[in-house]
């Protein structure tokens, strides 16, 4: 894995050292002397992480590492402390203004670089949603990137993995002023439980005993319903190397005992913070789908969606000789209810069409908008006969009651024309089936509207 990593320090020693460390890992290296200075280069997006020292002249990495995590063109970026600061009353303050990590000088070079794999491994996934989601902030859609920053990272649910109970009852007492807190004392159901329940953040202790940790949080990845669940693992000092491990294989983020309150109060808040910042870019995108493929006005799939499965429903229907049936749906004189009761009572109407077309059809039914009054069904497996009911379903729903506009003060009669085709033997082109049944359509028009009508082929 590579990744461009920016140092940061006003110490051209510990510059140097660093950037020789990394780029021995075949990391890419960019330096910084100054606060300023990091921030310019981080919202030029040049790099993938931050390694950020504490005690600068100036804007110390404290300050630096707020502004980054308060921007959020910036907020995603992992921020690594590099200090020569060791009480937890630092780790807390710097926590606190977002860093991921610490990193105490001397630095181990082992740990730098495991450190910063599982930190821009992180990231790397999260990119793609990202860039979804500044995509769909330009549509006009809701801002994640900005929701993350106002997040406190408060009132998360937490499965505590931990068979000693003078250590998950401490851990449970600290952690239940802010957050939910639960205790699972057999690692083996662990895995179950974290998948089943909607969790915000695992605590896994590294002192399990007659159960390798390890395993558990390689489960967690492996699974895809726990993959992004985030994992703080719990270790003793002399515990360094399985630590080490467990960031290799996936964990987040640690603690070391003894455990410091502040400290575990200030971790657990990163990582629901991070939870739920990956969760509404993940809904983002979901919506963001949603609206490439659905009509915003009723609901039902738009024409794009109509148009890219059509094709395949009728291929499948080809091969393997089965029946498929098109109806191509008008509502009659819709121009007139538009120009009489003006377009919020026109969309009023294609809002209670669309349901009662919903209402009428199967399941295995598609139904479509394809724009204005005009709407379509598709309808694998179907033959003529089987449509023709649907569609005499159809027409006899929208007719048989007014429709209510002007948010329910008035009614008025609609009605709809119906054109019906059927997949003939040789047919294998969707947009020939499609043809006929708007000829069909025409022919309703034509003929009284108020009816459907077969396609004569």
Do not use: W
């Not at 931050?50 to 959020?72: I, Q, S, W, Y």
């Not at 059809?361 to 023709?388: H, K, N, Q, Y």
């Not at 948010?407 to 499609?434: E, H, N, Y």
């Amino acid at each position: 894995m590579t990744a461009r990593v920016l140092v940061v320090d006003d110490i051209l020693a510990n510059v140097k050292l660093l950037e020789a460390r990394l780029s021995a890992e075949y990391f890419d290296v960019v330096t910084a002397s100054s606060g300023p200075e990091a921030l310019s280069i981080c919202e030029r997006a040049q790099c993938d992480i931050v390694l950020l020292d504490v005690m600068m002249p100036g804007m110390d990495g404290f300050e630096t590492c707020r502004r980054l995590k308060a921007n959020p063109a910036t907020h995603h970026i992992p921020v690594i402390m590099v200090t020569a600061l060791d009480q937890p009353a630092d780790r807390v303050k710097g926590l606190e203004a977002g860093a991921d990590d610490f990193l105490t000088k001397p630095v181990n070079d082992f740990a730098l670089v495991t450190r910063v794999r599982s930190l821009v491994r992180l990231k790397m996934m999260q990119d793609e949603l990202r860039m979804r989601a500044v995509t769909s902030r330009e549509i006009g859609m809701r801002d994640p990137l900005l929701e993350a920053v106002s997040e406190s990272g408060l009132d998360g649910r937490i499965l505590v993995v931990d068979d000693r109970a003078s250590s998950h009852e401490r851990i449970a007492q600290a952690l239940r002023n802010h957050h939910q807190v639960e205790v699972e004392t057999r690692p083996q159901e662990a895995l179950f439980r974290a998948a089943e329940g909607d969790y915000d953040l695992v605590m896994v202790s590294l002192g399990l005993s007659d159960f390798d940790p390890l395993r558990l949080c390689s489960q967690l990845r492996t699974l895809d319903r726990t993959r992004g669940l985030p994992v703080l693992v719990v270790a003793e000092p002399e515990d360094e190397a399985r630590l080490l491990r467990s960031l290799d294989i996936g964990a987040n983020d640690y603690l070391m005992r003894p455990i410091d309150r502040n400290e575990m109060a200030a971790r657990v808040r990163t990582q629901v913070r991070k939870k739920r910042y990956t969760a509404r870019l993940r809904d983002n995108v979901q919506q963001s789908m949603e609206m490439a493929i659905t009509d915003g006005l009723t609901g039902l799939h738009n024409r794009r969606y109509m148009e890219s499965h059509l094709g395949t429903l009728v291929e499948q229907a080809s091969m393997r000789g089965k029946p498929l049936s098109v109806l191509v749906l008008d509502i009659d004189y819709f121009k007139a209810v538009n120009d009489t009761y003006g377009h919020d009572a026109g969309d009023e109407v294609l809002r209670e069409f669309a349901q009662r077309l919903r209402k009428s059809v199967r399941g295995i039914d598609l139904v479509c908008r394809l724009g204005g009054e005009e709407f379509v069904v598709i309808m694998p497996d179907t033959d003529a006969g089987v449509a023709s009911i649907v569609a005499e379903r159809i027409r006899n729903r929208v007719a048989g009651d007014p429709f209510p506009i002007n948010k329910g003060a008035r009614a008025i009669d609609v009605t709809v024309s119906i054109g019906m085709a059927q997949r003939q033997g040789s047919d294998v082109d969707a947009d020939v089936i499609l043809k006929r049944a708007d000829q069909a359509l025409y022919r309703a028009k034509r003929d009284g509207r108020n009816r459907v009508v077969l396609d004569a082929a």
